[in-house]
């Protein structure tokens, strides 16, 4: 396991309340030993106005699940990852539906955790491939 502690999905959801996450209705649904995965659906507030899933969208799914993955790793009490660099290709076009990020680890140690995020329609076809760069900085003490 790649965690640090222990994580459910009930737990992240929880941190997402109030947030871009929040509003976009991404939900955790799997912590897997490597792995997070989480789904958001295709609708008003994730659509460009042709109907087709709005590639902003993916990113902010993206770095969402890739932000929190970094979270994971790290002891909560004193870092974060905060997001340095992203870039996606948008490979297949959503119009309905729910799409399922599944975020992987590419490199996870020192200051720096580097993401594999693929995006998946409901039929289960790749439809956004991203790579998400997390810099890894001291929690602020509030």
Known sequence: MIWNEKVT?????????????????????????????????????????????????????????????????????????????????HIRSVTEGLVTAICSPIKISGKTHVWDIKIYNDKSELCCVSRFTAMIIPKRKE
């Not at 959801?13 to 991404?26: Q, V």
């Not at 792995?35 to 460009?48: D, H, I, S, Y």
């Not at 699940?65 to 004193?78: F, P, R």
Request: charged share 15%; with cysteine.
């Open 9 to 89: 999905p009930q737990q992240i959801n929880a941190i997402n309340k109030n947030t871009l996450g929040e509003f976009l209705e991404i939900n955790f649904t799997e912590v897997g030993d490597d792995f997070l995965k989480a789904t958001m659906p295709v609708n008003n507030k994730t659509t460009q106005p042709f109907g087709l899933l709005h590639g902003g969208a993916s990113v902010a799914l993206a770095e969402t699940i890739g932000s929190v993955a970094s979270w994971c790793v790290v002891n909560k009490e004193l870092f974060i990852g905060v997001g340095v660099e992203i870039n996606a290709s």
